[in-house]
């Protein structure tokens, strides 16, 4: 059996892949060994529908937890809630909180939880409840199967990988004859009370991950390699679609978050190409400081800041955007062994690593594309001098109090022992400044905040009444933040794909917070992260910091 660490795990596709209607064939009919439930082949009527081109990951899974799922019973099937409080489940079997990371219980030992790893060992009614949380289904078991023969290579992760629930019953297909003899007790006596798997898990043997192969266990087990894929029902003419892999995560979020009763929606959805544009335009603005005010000290204490990195070092840039404010540091560090910017935008990245190759020929530039809040291990190939981390545009406070924790703990693992940090934080300040940032006089700022609505038109095939939304900023003394809002001017409605959503007049869709820090506040968010902090350097008025932080 092959360890957890050496399975054919195959790259994500992204998205989406949607089948039309029609009437279709599934069950094993030809030569060749089948068991006797595989079959016979027999005809199935499917409506539209899509199914997502990879697993369900560990990644995923953090934000069901994070949200609550495993404490909120309209998720959950009747009998799976009463198994969920008579056996006190709080995540997937095998797993273990430690303090704020989870680790996993693996073929090799216990290990942290890899986010971009499919999940496993989940119950039917995890699954279920998952697939309800994410605003999808589990697919039926005609339907994995038709996608599988259809489309295999659309997908990754068919097989080899984990077992896949559906949402189909254990049951005889029409015309189910058992096997003669003592073989009949097989399958046959198993077809009540259980729910079908398809696929095929990394521990399958050769030959068991056919296509038409139907695995069945009861819907409260987990203990075998069991995972999910996400299906969904589909608009009719759509078919082949394959949505993005970012794309699909903008839906999933922004769905989520006007579910809410405070409607949100993260704030790193702002910055597609017009987003970016404007946001960079803001930047130049007489009342945003932040930038302004955090380069000029990036330039004052650069010397300061790069005396330790020592030679080879790599710098790891979190949401590295356009990668302006690195070329301090790089000017500072000419023996820099390599800079990995990582960012959500494949845009700005292929952007920036042009600009910069260009301009610094002899460095290595080593981009990945990636989400900063889940983080997966650097490349094997870098340079073995020290790592350090650089985040700043006090991005770190559009992030909510437990996932900065999260993020800053989560960068110290992927940086390694000995690494350093360089963390931008804008300070408390007196309100009227900081309201002026974030709601400029030339409107900046609102046309930034309302293109989200117009990216999602786009993208999402979305219909929001942009002139029904007006832009907010308000200080928050209560949580030290300033808050950006989309306040509805009368009542609206707005649908995004086949879901439909409501405004009143005066709600608002929560866009970005953006939290402001003392000294006192940035040593405790190192601290509880698993970091000290090595020194602190502040601007002059309007004061923004860089908080040095060592591993």
């Known amino acids: 059996m092959r360890s957890s660490r050496d399975r054919p795990r195959l790259r994500p596709r992204g998205g989406a892949v949607v089948f039309e209607s029609g009437l279709v064939s599934i069950g094993h009919g030809g030569a060749g060994f089948a068991f006797d439930n595989e079959g016979p082949s027999h005809r199935v009527w499917l409506e539209p529908f899509a199914l997502a081109a990879d697993l369900v990951t560990n990644g995923d899974w953090l934000g069901f937890i994070a949200d609550g799922g495993y404490a909120r019973p309209e998720l959950w099937l009747s009998d799976g809630w009463a198994t969920v409080k008579a056996e006190a489940w709080t995540a997937p079997l095998y797993w273990r909180r430690d303090g704020d990371d989870w680790t996993v219980l693996s073929l090799t030992g216990r290990a942290p939880v890899d986010p971009t790893a499919p999940v496993r060992h989940v119950s039917f009614y995890e699954a279920d409840a998952y697939a309800r949380w994410a605003g999808k289904r589990l697919p039926s078991e005609a339907e994995w199967e038709h996608a599988a023969t259809t489309a295999p290579d659309a997908f990754s992760n068919l097989s080899g990988e984990v077992w896949q629930w559906t949402s189909s019953a254990y049951a005889p297909y029409p015309g189910f004859q058992p096997t003669p003899g003592t073989a009949a007790e097989y399958n046959g006596k198993f077809m009540a009370n259980q729910m079908v798997l398809r696929g095929g898990a990394f521990a399958t043997p050769p030959g068991h991950d056919r296509v038409t192969y139907r695995n069945f266990f009861y819907p409260q087990q987990r203990w075998a390699f069991m995972g999910l894929r996400l299906a969904e029902d589909a608009p009719r003419g759509r078919t082949s679609f ?9 839906r999933r979020d922004l769905v989520q978050g006007l579910s809410r009763d405070q409607k949100a929606v993260p704030p790193k959805w702002f910055y597609d190409a017009e987003g970016s544009r404007l946001f960079e335009e803001i930047t130049a603005l007489p009342e945003y400081y932040p930038t302004r005010q955090e380069t000029a000290l990036l330039r004052d204490r650069a010397a300061a800041l790069t005396a330790d990195f020592g030679p080879e070092a790599v710098l790891v840039e979190f949401g590295s955007g356009a990668s302006e404010k690195t070329r301090i540091l790089l000017d500072a560090a000419p023996d820099l062994g390599a800079y990995v910017p990582l960012d959500i935008s494949e845009t700005a990245l292929l952007d920036a ?33 020290r790592r350090i981390g650089f985040f700043p545009g006090s991005t770190i406070g559009n992030l909510e109090p437990e996932e900065a924790v999260r993020f800053l703990a989560s960068a110290r693992r992927m940086l390694g022992e000995g690494a350093l940090f360089i963390l931008g934080v804008d300070l408390v300040k007196d309100p009227a400044t900081l309201v002026a940032a974030y709601d400029d006089s030339r409107g900046v700022t609102a046309a930034f905040n309302l293109n989200l609505l117009v990216r999602a038109n786009a993208e999402l095939d979305a219909d929001f009444d942009l002139d029904a939304f007006a832009h907010r900023a308000v200080w928050n003394p209560d949580h030290s933040r300033m808050e950006m809002h989309l306040q509805a001017l009368r009542q609206t409605a707005a649908r995004v794909g086949d879901r439909a959503f409501t405004f009143m007049a005066g709600e608002t869709l929560h866009t970005e917070s953006s939290r402001k820090f003392t000294p006192d506040s940035v040593e405790a968010l190192a601290k509880e992260s698993g970091w000290c902090m090595a020194g602190f350097e502040v601007s002059p008025e309007p004061r923004v910091a860089l908080a040095l932080l060592r591993g």
């Open 353 to 385: 690593v042009a600009r910069l190759s260009a301009d610094y020929p002899a460095l290595r530039v080593q981009p990945v594309l990636g989400d900063f809040e889940h983080l997966s291990p650097l490349p094997d190939d870098l340079p073995q001098g």
């Open 242 to 250: 394959i949505e993005d892999a970012q794309t699909a995560a903008f």
